[in-house]
């Protein structure tokens, strides 16, 4: 079982600056495809940024140029960095861990990001 703890969410201004970041147990970044998706209210959950082990990254279009996803293998974490941020970027953001050779996805509990406008 593979836990994933979010951390950073919070309340911004329009324009501004958040970082998420997800505290993650998995064995390696090597067999996982890690991810970020967010859910707005009313809305389905989308894929917002994912990173292959190769460390090629996919991002949305409505986030590309503003978000960049990476990974700390020190601590063991992947990180989402948001800048510019709009208040339709406003959502419960989850991380994910897709084992690759199973296809088993693991879910954080989510934080909220809220942006005002």
């Known amino acids: 079982q593979v836990q994933l703890v979010e951390s950073g969410g919070g309340v911004v201004p329009a324009g501004g600056s958040l970082t998420l970041s997800c505290a993650t147990s998995?064995?390696?970044?090597?067999?996982?495809?890690m991810g970020w998706y967010r859910q707005a209210p009313g809305k389905q959950r989308e894929m917002v940024a994912r990173?292959?082990?190769?460390?090629?990254?996919e991002y949305a279009d409505s986030v590309k140029g503003r978000f960049t996803i990476s990974r700390d293998s020190a601590t063991n974490s992947v990180i989402l960095q948001m800048n510019s941020l709009k208040p339709e970027d406003t959502a419960v953001y989850y991380c994910s861990a897709m084992r690759i050779v199973t296809e088993t996805t693991y879910w954080g509990q989510g934080t909220q990001v809220t942006v005002s406008s």
């Open positions: 990173l292959n082990p190769g460390s090629s990254s």
């Open positions: 998995v064995s390696s970044f090597s067999v996982y495809h």
